[in-house]
T-cell receptor, first 113, second 117 residues
Framework: AQSVTQLDSQVPVFEEAPVELRCNYSSSVSVYLFWYVQYPNQGLQLLLKYLSGSTLVESINGFEAEFNKSQTSFHLRKPSVHISDTAEYFCAVSDTGFQKLVFGTGTRLLVSP | GAVVSQHPSRVICKSGTSVKIECRSLDFQATTMFWYRQFPKQSLMLMATSNEGSKATYEQGVEKDKFLINHASLTLSTLTVTSAHPEDSSFYIC?????????????FGPGTRLTVT
């Protein structure tokens, strides 16, 4: 069985500052890793994913995450955040058979001017 | 593309009544649909997985007789909370997947807030 830990329930940050949202997972098998974003009153949207290959993955809106197998982490980073990045961010893991997603508790990113 | 809708977005019902939540894939055919439950400040918990035309597979601890799931077509799945009680109040989220689109990506609906009084 897999599990995901997002230690930070809320991360306040000023606009244009860098941010890192932490995600650690545990699993006895090989995994795929995902970050989802949920804007207010909307469904979850896939932000980025790690399936295989390069351990550094990027999204189209400037976020990146790095898969670190030795530290069982998949932290999400952005060098300069915008007000519009304010949302709930969920880290998720699945086994390589894509049977189901296991989510972390989410981190609320609050960007203020 | 790959839009999933849920109806209603919010529902209030009295204890003891049943309520149905619909999940629709609007522009693709969903071979698999998932139902999640989300408590405040907690993770999304998978309740069940349903494949079109077959019985849903429930996660451990989820009462299948209380949470009835029907996936009668490739674009519609329903979750019926039977004999609802206040502890069933929660945010219910569905997602849909089609293997032809992606073997891993789930497309999520906006969720339904259920309040049982």
């Amino acid at each position: 069985a897999q599990s995901v830990t997002q230690l930070d329930s809320q991360v306040p940050v000023f606009e244009e500052a860098p941010v890192e949202l932490r995600c650690n997972y545990s699993s006895s098998v090989s995994v795929y890793l995902f970050w989802y974003v949920q804007y207010p009153n909307q469904g979850l949207q896939l932000l980025l994913k790690y399936l295989s290959g390069s351990t550094l993955v990027e999204s189209i809106n400037g976020f990146e995450a790095e898969f670190n197998k030795s530290q069982t982490s998949f932290h999400l980073r952005k060098p300069s955040v915008h007000i519009s990045d304010t949302a709930e961010y969920f880290c998720a893991v699945s086994d390589t058979g894509f049977q189901k997603l296991v989510f972390g508790t989410g981190t609320r990113l609050l960007v203020s001017p | 593309g790959a839009v999933v809708s849920q109806h209603p977005s919010r529902v209030i019902c009295k204890s003891g009544t049943s309520v149905k939540i619909e999940c629709r894939s609007l522009d693709f055919q969903a071979t698999t649909m998932f139902w999640y439950r989300q408590f405040p400040k907690q993770s999304l918990m998978l309740m069940a997985t349903s494949n079109e035309g077959s019985k849903a597979t429930y996660e451990q601890g989820v009462e299948k007789d209380k949470f009835l799931i029907n996936h009668a077509s490739l674009t519609l799945s329903t979750l019926t909370v039977t004999s609802a009680h206040p502890e069933d109040s929660s945010f219910y989220i569905c997602s849909a997947r089609h293997l032809a689109l992606s073997s891993y990506e789930q497309y999520f609906g906006p969720g339904t807030r259920l309040t049982v009084t």
